[in-house]
């Protein structure tokens, strides 16, 4: 298949077989899984998943290589959805969706977010990152990388940084390494926030500005008598709460706001 890399679509095409099988190893693919691929490319892991499905849903923006799958593959095998996978209705796939992808780097962070919506339909997600956007998802608190992605997506699913994969992997080589992280939707047991939204509100303003403290970027949501009901230093920064500590905050502002 003989694709230019489109830059406006981040088109870095993984061609390494050696990190190609140890991805399929990662993923584990069994013959009934409802695997969902995002932005499938060129194929270099459509084809060796598909060795192991019985069918493959895949989502690829570019019409181009829409055309070119719908040529190398038959729909028995693959159902393509020629749509931004920014604006697909992942519910509209069922339950139990095992998600994987070399995601492009320049829409990644919004697609997590997008992503973690459908939590509840999600088994597990296996994706090729940027590094960095890796470490920032899976830091702990009071550290640099740590912020708004991390506590979010950690409110959603478990994560893991599974190994590294370097720029000749890819044609055209990115300019950062890469990394494969999986995400496994936490139980809806432990994720006890009386309102997403407004968690997703509080974090933002919190890490808003992140050198300020507390007690600034939370005034529209606590007194400082409030910070000392939930024994919460007004005076640290938002990089110092666990995302426990963000859900205490808004589940006390929810109740608070309903009285």
């Known amino acids: 298949m003989r694709h230019h890399p489109r830059k406006r679509f981040g088109q870095n095409f993984l061609i390494d077989p050696y990190v190609i099988a140890k991805i399929v190893a990662e993923i584990s693919p069994q013959q009934n899984d409802y695997m969902v691929e995002i ?14 499905l019985d069918h493959l849903t895949v989502i690829e923006i570019d019409r181009d ?46 697609l997590l977010f997008h992503l973690s919506h ?64 999986e995400m496994i939707p936490r139980p809806q047991t432990q994720k006890i926030a009386r309102d997403e939204a407004l968690l997703s509100q509080i974090v933002l303003a919190a890490f808003s500005q992140r050198r300020k403290t507390l007690k600034n970027t939370l005034q529209y949501y606590l007194t400082i008598e409030d910070f000392y009901t939930l024994n919460i230093d007004s005076g640290l920064r938002a990089e110092n709460l666990s995302m426990q500590d963000f859900v205490i905050i808004t589940n006390f502002y929810d109740a608070k706001s309903g009285e």
């Open 118 to 181: 459908y939590s509840e339909s999600i088994l597990d997600m296996h994706f090729m990152l940027q590094k960095e956007v890796v470490e920032r998802m899976i830091a702990k608190p009071s550290t640099s990388d740590y912020g708004r992605l991390s506590v979010m997506l950690q409110y959603h699913f478990n994560m893991r940084h599974v190994f590294d994969v370097m720029p000749q992997s890819f044609s055209p080589p990115p300019q950062v390494n890469s990394a494969i992280v």
């Open 65 to 110: 290589i829409v055309a070119q799958l719908e040529k190398q593959f038959s729909p028995e095998k693959i159902t393509i959805y020629g749509i931004d996978a920014l604006k697909f209705d992942f519910s509209s796939l069922g339950k139990q969706l095992r998600i994987v992808g070399n995601l492009p780097y320049n829409i990644s962070t919004p």
């Open 39 to 52: 932005g499938p490319g060129l194929g270099a892991l459509t084809k060796p998943l598909l060795q192991y």
